[in-house]
């Protein structure tokens, strides 16, 4: 099993920046994917950012340029800088990883419980 426990969202400026961290504990073998989503009122939830793992990354293009997802393997710790803060960009910001529980395993999904992000103009 994989816990996933968001930190650092909040209220700031538009214009404003904010670092939301994502720590991932349990027993389990291994990490794919990490990635972070979010979901306005009355919207889906969508993806925000992600890195597989192997080194690559994908944005969603209204965060693009402005928004930095990074990952320390070795802390099983993922990150997102958000900077140039947008109103359209208040939301439950979710932490979200592929793992496996043992090396045979197949993956599963795991969310965390989700951080607020309110960005006021």
């Known amino acids: 099993q994989v816990q996933l426990v968001e930190s650092g969202g909040g209220l700031v400026q538009a214009g404003g920046s904010l670092r939301l961290s994502c720590a991932a504990s349990?027993?389990?073998?291994?990490?794919?994917?990490m990635g972070w989503y979010r979901q306005a009122p009355g919207k889906q939830r969508e993806l925000v950012a992600d890195?597989?793992?192997?080194?690559?990354?994908n944005y969603a293009d209204s965060v693009k340029g402005r928004f930095t997802i990074s990952r320390d393997n070795a802390k099983n710790m993922v990150y997102l800088q958000m900077d140039s803060l947008k109103p359209e960009d208040t939301a439950v910001y979710y932490c979200?990883?592929?793992?496996?529980?043992?090396?045979?395993?197949?993956?599963?999904?795991?969310w965390g419980q989700g951080t607020q992000v309110t960005v006021s103009s």
């Open positions: 890195n597989t793992g192997g080194g690559s990354t």
């Open positions: 349990g027993s389990f073998f291994r990490l794919n994917a």
């Open positions: 979200n990883a592929e793992g496996y529980s043992g090396r045979w395993s197949l993956p599963r999904n795991y």
